[in-house]
């Protein structure tokens, strides 16, 4: 499965580090200063399980004359047209230019796929400019950070679809169809998320040492891949294991297997932790396994705050369920403990499972699917705008001061997860209970359970 992909954009908004990033080697240059002269660079990328072609083009200059940037400019262009899909790259803090418009017009009518970025988004500064790329009619834009690696993910998870076609198009040399990345009304529009044997459900399986995540996988895979067990130093060399869980194709990373590998070095504890929040940016779905005797450890609190800030979907499994004598009164403090230790996870599921004898496993697979199809979710413009009009009217804003805040409207500008953005007045005088009121109508009104729930609001004056 091969393919290639040429990283366009002006000059000085990331295309090097980028590169670097897919590259994993120092090869391409990375300057300051705009105009750095430099040829098309080629390297062998690789993003999950994809391998691709990258080519990183010389800036994309607007010059039309026989000087170096004529040049580089007719280069780029040759990039662009030998490339199956283009990732254009704008700069999220200095926002949309006008040369950022004049090569989206250009790659709109020369490019076969285009994959719009916005880089330098890490923290905050780049929040308008990640809005404001929408204007350049090419779709959601990934938020990107090459600098720091962010974004990385969905940088894959929206190469997958396409990786597939290319696949299907070379086997069958079939004309050219677009890939709809534009789509940002229709609700529940995209199938294309749905796991398949080429893009399996990636869950993560997390918890302190001997909750039970390696039980638990060896059940799901139906064999005894993983090695269980109190001894120590049991070593594993793969990360991750694809599987059928009940139907659905899933990739699972064995955080249990990197970690029986850490005993040897006697750092457990502390490397338990990192493999889990390494383990947490791979995955869609986090599943946070408990052991039911010793529920809500500090160690699994830090992950599951962990997965909720980096917007995955998670599910709570309480495991060793067998074990348990009284198991409604048991249930009853997991609820109350997950409520008030986890306030950040509202609303995100809890199972019990027993992962020795597998009773609970069908539980835990329809968590996971509904957890995961919740994150993809979209809500149309229309409905949400309807929304927000009962829910302003039901419970008005505040007015300090005597002027009311308004709520405008609202749109969704991003799934996994779900993220939406009001547009209003006064937003500094927004209180953050009226924001939880919000997230929570959204999260209950709309049905989404176990996903983070992004609320931005935009300031209109
Ligand atoms: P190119 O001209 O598009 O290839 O851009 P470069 O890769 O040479 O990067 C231009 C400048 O932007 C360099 O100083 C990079 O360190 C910086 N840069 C690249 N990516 C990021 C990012 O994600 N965040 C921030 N803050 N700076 C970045
Ligand atoms: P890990 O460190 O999280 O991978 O945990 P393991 O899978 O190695 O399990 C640790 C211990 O808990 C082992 O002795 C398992 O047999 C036991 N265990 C795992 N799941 C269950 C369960 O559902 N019920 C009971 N009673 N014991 C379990």
Same mark, same amino acid.
């Given at each position: ?11 000085? =908004? ?13 090869? %391409?240059?990375?300057? /300051?200063?705009?105009? $750095? ?42 990039? =662009? ?10 700069? %999220? ?18 490019? #076969?796929? $285009?994959? *719009? ?7 905050? @500064?780049?929040?308008?400019?990640? *809005? ?25 998870? $929206?190469?997958? &679809? ?5 696949? @299907? ?10 890939? /709809? =990345? ?34 638990? !996988?060896? #059940? ?31 990739? !699972? ?29 791979? @995955? ?9 005797? !010793? ?8 992950? @599951? ?10 599910? $709570? ?33 809890? =199972? ?61 500008? #991003? ?33 989404? &359970? ?12």
């Amino acid at each position: 499965m091969s393919f290639t992909l040429a990283i366009v954009g002006r000059p000085n =908004v990331g295309k090097s580090t980028l590169f670097n990033r897919l590259v994993g080697k120092r090869l %391409a240059l990375v300057d /300051d200063q705009p105009g $750095v002269t430099r040829d098309l660079r080629e390297g062998q990328a690789r993003l999950g399980h994809l391998r691709f072609i990258v080519v990183d083009s010389a800036g994309l200059e607007m010059a039309e004359d026989d000087s170096l940037q004529g040049r580089m400019r007719r280069l780029t262009e040759r990039a =662009v047209d030998e490339a199956d899909v283009c990732l254009f790259v704008i700069d %999220a803090r200095a926002g949309v230019t006008a040369a950022d418009e004049y090569f989206a017009d250009l790659l709109r009518k020369r490019a #076969k796929h $285009v994959i *719009l970025a916005a880089n330098k988004a890490e923290g905050r @500064a780049g929040e308008g400019g990640l *809005l404001e790329a929408y204007s350049l009619g090419l779709g959601e834009p990934l938020r990107l950070s090459a600098e720091h690696g962010e974004g990385m993910d969905e940088l894959y998870h $929206v190469l997958i &679809p396409m990786a597939e076609q290319f696949e @299907a198009q070379n086997v069958q040399q079939a004309p050219e169809t677009d890939v /709809d =990345v534009s789509d940002d009304e229709g609700e529940d529009d995209a199938e294309n998320w749905r796991p398949t044997e080429a893009n399996p459900l990636q869950i993560a399986v997390i918890g302190r040492p001997n909750a039970g995540k390696s039980t638990l !996988i060896n #059940k799901i895979i139906g064999e005894d891949r993983l090695l269980t067990g109190p001894e120590a130093g049991i070593t594993r060399d793969s990360i991750s294991v694809t599987t059928n869980f009940m139907g659905t194709p899933m990739r !699972i990373f064995d955080t249990a297997g990197m970690r029986k590998k850490a005993r040897v070095v006697e750092k457990l504890e502390k490397l338990s932790v990192a493999d889990g929040l390494r383990a947490v940016r791979f @995955a869609e779905v986090v599943v946070v396994l408990l052991d039911v005797e !010793i529920p809500f450890e500090q160690q699994d609190l830090r992950i @599951a705050d962990f997965a909720e800030t980096e917007g995955r979907a998670v599910v $709570v499994a309480a495991n060793k369920w067998d074990l348990e004598e009284d198991k409604p009164q048991k249930l009853n403090e997991l609820r109350e403990a997950f409520e008030r230790l986890l306030p950040q996870l509202r609303g995100a599921p809890l =199972v019990t499972v027993s992962a020795r004898t597998g009773k609970g496993l069908d539980r835990l697979h329809n968590a996971i699917i509904k957890a995961h199809e919740v994150w993809n979710r979209r809500v149309s413009t229309a409905r949400l705008n309807q929304w927000l009009g009962a829910m302003t009217e039901a419970h008005p804003p505040p007015a300090p001061g005597g002027r009311r805040i308004r709520l405008r409207y609202m749109t969704q500008v #991003k799934t996994r997860p779900p993220a939406f953005v009001v547009m209003a007045t006064h937003t500094d005088k927004l209180p953050d209970s009226y924001q939880r009121y919000l997230i929570n109508g959204l999260r209950q009104d709309f049905d989404m &359970p176990g996903t983070p729930i992004r609320l931005t609001f935009r300031d209109q004056g």
